[in-house]
């Protein structure tokens, strides 16, 4: 049996289940580190694993297990995780990407929501890039392709202004919901809600990405100022049952933003 060194959950990759969890690792030998890094482990979380929030600004760690593998190393690449993890609209901005593998063969590709970046420098583990135009709002896959094959991290980056839906554990191991705003501190957001996306995207003079909800039942709930320094902003939802989807979106009046004079986010669905 090999020794796996395991990094910090991944978002899925690839085929990975929406309900597991990729953990990127290395083999660790007796003296030192393995010369190959190509692990992949989806699984999840074992029985008596009790989830908490992590201290982190980059990713939410839901519990953790021992464990060994033994495989043979193959080398293509693996991402897993990119910084910053998010740009305003319009993007072209830098940003690394890491992973393992990432220097095999001649050249590297790399794309942002099936947008092309510019490849800035590279090494086995990081990949500076900068981003190409990033006009909608929301999170996207990076896709990275060098000479030892291909990897997709899904939603492996955000373009702000975004909105999505989170489901924390309380002490108690119940969970609620909460929509979460991304954006940038001293924004107002105006939160909307509707029964169903309209399918239409409505544009408003000036101001970035789409009006996209149906006019069925559309409600402003509040408008929310952005205080906090890292643009977040958490809506809590009450645990009731609906009995038709409920769309949310976010009209942002944003005076200082990259996206000024204001944005549309992206719809997310409970």
Not at 42 to 58: C, D, F, I, K
Not at 78 to 85: C, E, G, I, R, V
Not at 209 to 220: D, G
Not at 233 to 239: D, E, F, H, K, T
């Amino acid at each position: 049996m090999t020794p796996v060194l395991l990094s910090a959950p991944a978002r899925g990759q690839g085929s990975a289940s929406s309900s597991g969890y990729l953990l990127v690792g290395s083999d660790q030998a007796p003296a030192l580190l393995g010369a190959s890094a190509s692990y992949k482990i989806v699984g999840g979380l074992g029985s008596g694993v009790v989830p908490q929030r992590a201290q982190s600004t980059n990713f939410v760690l839901r519990g953790g297990f021992p464990t060994v593998v033994e495989t043979s190393t193959t080398g293509r690449p693996w991402l897993t995780a990119a910084t910053p993890p998010n740009t305003p609209l319009g993007g072209r901005t830098a940003h690394i990407v890491q992973g393992v593998e990432l220097h095999l063969g001649p050249t590297t590709t790399v794309k942002v929501g099936g947008v092309p970046a510019s490849v800035t420098s590279r090494s086995a583990t990081a990949l500076g890039i900068t981003l190409g135009v990033q006009p909608e709002p929301g999170y996207h896959a990076i896709e990275v392709t060098n000479g030892g094959g291909s990897a997709h991290l899904n939603r492996g980056f955000g373009v702000r202004p975004l909105l999505e839906i989170e489901r924390p554990f309380d002490a108690a191991g119940s969970y609620g919901s909460e929509i979460v705003y991304r954006g940038t501190q001293g924004d107002f957001v105006a939160w909307m809600l509707a029964l169903g996306n309209s399918g239409q995207k409505i544009p408003l003079a000036n101001y970035g990405w789409f009006f996209e909800l149906s006019f069925v039942a559309l409600t402003v709930i509040t408008v929310t100022p952005v205080s906090s320094p890292d643009g977040v902003v958490r809506l809590p939802l009450p645990a009731v049952q609906f009995s038709r989807p409920i769309h949310f979106q976010g009209l942002i009046i944003a005076p200082s933003a990259a996206y000024k004079p204001g944005a549309f986010t992206n719809v997310v669905q409970l």
